[in-house]
């Protein structure tokens, strides 16, 4: 691209003909308000679009509610077993529950030999 500007510029003047001509046509789109953002992404994650999904941002102040957290705690005389999400940064940011939840049971084979080192420390 930066050796030869001169293809490139020939290739988006034929792009821009093609469009010009009607042989070529502009993805499909559906647009969401800001504050709908979550619905854009619901149908994203859900592939029930055809196209590009677009949150326009007028400027204007859009009042968000922050999600609720589920409080839950941890029983002591209860075992908690955890599958999958154990490797790299899940691992790392569950570092010190096998020593704090004395019923916690990890099955990954990617965090398996992380948790021998941080057992023998």
């Not at 994650?45 to 968000?64: E, F, T, W």
């Not at 908690?80 to 940064?89: A, P």
């Amino acid at each position: 691209m930066h050796d030869r500007p001169d293809i490139i510029h020939e290739m988006l003047a034929h792009v821009v003909q093609l469009f010009e001509r009607r042989e070529l046509h502009p993805l499909p789109y559906k647009t969401y308000p800001l504050g709908n953002v979550t619905d854009a992404f619901r149908d994203m994650a859900q592939a029930k679009h055809i196209g590009k999904l677009v949150v326009p941002i007028s400027g204007k102040d859009v009042a968000v509610e922050p999600e609720r957290q589920t409080v839950f705690s941890l029983q002591d005389d209860a075992t908690y077993l955890i599958t999958g999400g154990l490797g790299g940064f899940g691992l790392a940011s569950h570092a010190g529950w096998p020593t704090k939840v004395p019923g916690t049971l990890f099955c990954s084979d990617a965090a398996a030999s992380q948790l021998r080192k941080h057992a023998l420390r």
